[in-house]
C-alpha cells in the first residue's frame, strides 16, 4: 500500500501559479507517478506524468504552463502550475501504481490516490 498525501491548492487569479506537493509514504523509486485532475461534471484527465529517472510527459492542455518534478530523497512529487486559466479549476490528484511498463503512457490505470486539493483560478 501507498499512502499519498497533496498539498498547496488554493485560488489564485488567471495568470498566477501555485505549486502541489504530494508526499508518499514509501520510496517514489519503483512507482510510476502522476498528477490528474477531475472537474465538476468532466471525467478525470491526466496532467502530468514522471519517471524514477526524472523523465516528464506533461499532457498537451498544460504543456508549457506545468512542470512535474520529484525529491526522491524527501519521497515528494510536485506540480508548479504557472500562466494558470480558469479552465485549470479542479480537484488535483497525486497517484502511483506499480511500475510496470512505460511511466509515461497516460493508458495506464493508477492503483493508489490521493485525497486532493482543490485549485480554484479566478478570471
Known amino acids: 500500500q501507498v499512502q499519498l498525501v497533496e498539498s498547496g491548492g488554493g485560488s489564485v487569479q488567471a495568470g498566477g501559479s501555485l505549486r502541489l506537493s504530494c508526499v508518499a509514504s514509501t520510496t517514489y523509486s519503483t512507482y510510476c507517478m502522476g498528477w490528474f485532475r477531475q472537474a465538476p461534471g468532466r471525467e478525470r484527465e491526466a496532467v502530468a506524468l514522471i519517471d524514477s529517472g526524472g523523465r516528464t510527459r506533461p499532457a498537451d492542455v498544460v504543456k508549457g504552463r506545468f512542470t512535474i518534478s520529484q525529491d526522491n530523497a524527501k519521497n515528494t512529487l510536485y506540480l508548479q502550475m504557472d500562466s494558470l486559466k480558469p479552465e485549470d479549476t479542479a480537484m488535483y490528484y497525486c497517484?502511483?501504481?506499480?511500475?510496470?511498463?512505460?511511466?509515461?503512457?497516460?493508458?495506464?490505470?493508477?492503483?493508489?490516490w490521493g485525497q486532493g486539493t482543490q485549485v480554484t483560478v479566478s478570471s
Open positions: 497517484a502511483a501504481r506499480t511500475w510496470v511498463g512505460s511511466c509515461l503512457d497516460f493508458s495506464r490505470r493508477y492503483d493508489y
